[in-house]
């Protein structure tokens, strides 16, 4: 199924030499909605209602920012999705797909399929303000950092300790500063707006990052 891709902007799930994104035609069943300004894009186009897929590329809010919602009935042949990326770090392999309660499954086939035949894994999720990866894993850095503002332990034996007792590749530490503690920041800052629940509330060395930042620019 012929697809098209339109840009808004830079994109943190696609580089302009994606082969999704070199891949799009003029028009297409499908249309791929990418970059920071997406959502505006979506807002501005006619006769959505006419394509087999609506996809359109999503930060931290949810798809109804752009949509609307209504009594819980929402939903269309129009989702979301996103390509996880920890900060500065190439975008993973899964794109986490947002549908609505209404949400058609002939859209979410279709979305599927266009990701899977570029070699990405989709994983389906409600319309909830940073979907699933953001909301499991940012409780669990805000901790490591907030342990190691308290001197429970250094960086280096945090970092090792959930290595060898987890298995994890690299510790939160390291894997925070490699990839950007801004980043971290924004995205639980409007986690914890979204929610208002203090495990998103931005750990002090984030928070202290991203006053670094401001202050240069």
């Known amino acids: 199924m012929d697809y098209q891709v339109i840009r808004a902007g830079e994109s943190r799930s696609f580089s302009g030499d994606h082969p999704l994104v070199a891949g799009g035609k003029d028009s297409g069943q499908i249309v791929v909605i990418i970059g920071a300004d997406a959502g505006a894009a979506f807002r501005g186009l006619r006769e959505t209602d006419r394509k087999a897929a609506v996809l359109v590329e999503l930060g931290a809010e949810c798809l109804g920012v752009h949509t609307g919602e209504a009594r819980g009935e929402e939903g269309s042949n129009v989702l979301g999705f996103a390509r996880f990326r920890l900060g500065t770090a190439e975008p993973s392999n899964l794109v986490e797909l947002v549908r609505q309660p209404r949400t058609l499954d002939t859209a979410i086939t279709a979305a599927r399929k266009l990701f899977e035949e570029y070699g990405l894994k989709v994983a389906v999720c409600g ?11 940012r409780p669990y850095y805000n901790a490591a950092l907030r342990r190691l503002d308290e001197g429970l332990a250094s960086a280096g034996d945090l970092d090792m300790t959930l290595k060898l007792g987890l298995g994890y590749p690299e510790g939160p530490i390291q894997l925070l500063e490699r990839t950007g503690l801004t980043h971290h920041f924004d995205v639980t800052q409007a986690l914890f707006e979204a929610y208002g629940d203090p495990a998103y509330a931005p750990a002090r060395r984030a ?11």
Request: aromatic fraction near 4%; charge should be positive.
């Open 127 to 137: 319309d909830f303000a940073g979907r699933i990866i953001d909301r499991l894993v």
């Open 207 to 217: 928070r202290v990052a991203k006053q670094r930042q401001q202050q240069k620019s």
